[in-house]
């Protein structure tokens, strides 16, 4: 194998993936009354007016069997929910959160239309074996991961998500954690040091009709890697474009497969490294669905000791290769429509179906 020197989670990410931390709220003013609130079938109603002093700390303390709790204007606190049935929702175009969210233990907690932004470390994370819903949600300058989940939690995002100019990755599931796009969702991540990371056994899916993007990221697109997964259950856009590195790259056994024959089109282009780069017996499977891969600084698709099997792929205009297969990578291109310039093989490859080596 051709060394590589992949350090894309390492050198971007790093230790600053589980780093949370936590400032005190600051204290209501005295002339402050508490948030206005009722309860209705064991259910804590409130509403919190950040402006006027009230926190959302001291809501989330209130003894109830579930909270809903609303609230409006910039709340300066990190905060830490460490009990299930919860949802905290945004009133209005005002409501911000200037710190961070922390979902620990925690299930059936529901984050819903507002802003997290400045946070020292990570904007939004699930922990310990958390279950959590964002919708409508946004992120941005965030220390190190826009949002996250680690510690076998899940985090599933409903309508339009975005991450901003995160340190680290916009978005993220690592050890065993899985981050779900719903079906419809819209993920936007853009400005960060990765777009989108799934690593140490985390995985992905994007059910039928979602759609994310990762653009003018300084790294790559997408990174898979130590068993990382990303399952494409149909009618998906996957964007990876204009990104500092690779869209996407796949190491240590990691895998990017989607539904055959299921109207999924994956576009890797103009990126500063290769459009997709696969190493260390990861596999990429997008049999009978649309593969775009031009003007990247690399080579559109570059194999090494890994599986590719594909059918309807455009790539021309790359750096160096079209395709680039090495190191007893397997590629099979199944039927379809291609429009490939060269395809390069070391000869330890093995190649079939409707492209050949050149």
Not at 172 to 182: D, G, H, K, R, V
């Amino acid at each position: 194998m051709r060394p590589t020197g992949l350090l894309w989670p390492l050198a971007l990410v790093g230790c600053a993936l589980l780093f949370v931390s936590f400032r005190q709220a600051p204290a209501p003013a005295e002339k402050s009354s508490a948030e206005s609130w009722v309860e209705r079938d064991q259910t804590r109603i409130s509403t919190v007016d950040c402006g006027r002093g009230e926190t959302l700390t001291r809501a989330l303390e209130r003894p109830a069997t579930s909270l809903q709790i609303s609230f409006r204007g910039t709340c300066n606190e990190d905060l830490l929910i460490e009990r299930g049935r919860v949802t905290l929702t945004g009133l209005d175009a005002s409501a911000v959160i200037e710190g961070s969210v922390t979902v620990s233990g925690a299930g059936n907690v529901v984050l819903e239309s507002f802003s997290v932004r400045n946070s020292a470390g990570n904007c939004i994370v699930a922990l310990r074996s958390s279950s959590a819903e964002l919708r409508n949600i946004s992120v941005a300058q965030c220390g190190a991961n826009g949002i996250i989940a680690a510690g076998s939690s899940l985090i599933f995002l409903r309508g339009t998500v975005s991450a901003a100019a995160c340190a680290g990755a916009g978005l993220a599931a690592t050890n065993s954690s899985n981050t779900t796009l719903a079906a419809g969702a819209a993920v936007t991540l853009t400005g960060n040091g990765i777009g989108w990371l799934i690593q140490v056994s985390g995985s992905s899916t994007m059910n039928r009709t979602a759609t994310l993007q990762a653009a003018a990221n300084l790294g790559p697109g997408i990174v898979l890697a130590s068993g990382g997964n990303l399952s494409l259950n149909g009618i998906n856009t996957l964007n990876l474009t204009g990104n500092g590195g690779p869209g996407a790259v796949l190491t240590d056994s990691a895998t990017l497969v989607a539904v055959q024959d299921s109207g999924v089109t994956v576009n890797l282009s103009g990126n500063g490294g290769a459009g997709l780069q696969a190493e260390r017996t990861s596999v990429v499977d997008l049999l009978g669905n649309s593969t775009i891969s031009s003007d990247n600084a690399g080579p559109g698709l570059d194999i090494d000791d890994g599986t590719l099997r594909l059918g309807d792929l455009t790539a021309t205009d790359n750096g160096g290769s079209d395709v680039s297969l090495a190191f007893g990578s397997r590629a099979t291109f199944a039927g379809g429509s291609y429009n490939v310039g060269t395809v390069t093989c070391e000869p330890t490859v093995l190649v079939r179906g409707a492209l050949g080596c050149t």
